[in-house]
């Protein structure tokens, strides 16, 4: 299984981008997908995330900027991301965890994808 990112680039403050994960495999489903990131010395951190059934998390510094979403039939995640500051610069990783295929569950990380925000 293999996750490919794309829609990371660099914006102005207060614009917005969109971001695109797709899983390419034999997958039989997929529990979570979602995003994190990673700013220069900090750790990586949740941004959000959404299970299959529709449960949704968010990072309390995006909510009501950023929605995640998901189309199964493509085994793909989005992540709208709006009136986007200088703290949402970082790497974005794709995520999708308990990954089920016919070899057994694991979970997967894309190779991330730099948004910068300039003031």
């Known amino acids: 299984v293999q996750l490919v990112e794309s829609g990371g680039g660099s914006v102005q403050a207060g614009g917005s981008l969109r971001l695109s994960c797709a899983a390419d495999?034999?997958?039989?489903?997929?529990?979570?997908l979602g995003w994190y990131r990673q700013a220069p010395g900090k750790e990586r951190e949740l941004v959000a995330s959404i299970h299959r059934r529709g449960n949704m998390n968010y990072a309390d510094s995006v909510k009501g900027r950023f929605t995640v979403s998901r189309d199964d039939a493509k085994n793909a995640v989005y992540l709208q991301m709006n009136s986007l500051n200088v703290e949402d610069t970082a790497v974005y990783y794709c995520?999708?965890?308990?990954?089920?295929?016919?070899?057994?569950?694991?979970?997967?990380w894309g190779q991330g994808t730099q948004v910068t925000v300039a003031s």
């Open positions: 495999g034999s997958i039989i489903s997929i529990a979570w």
């Open positions: 995520s999708a965890i308990r990954v089920a295929t016919p070899e057994g569950v694991r979970d997967y």
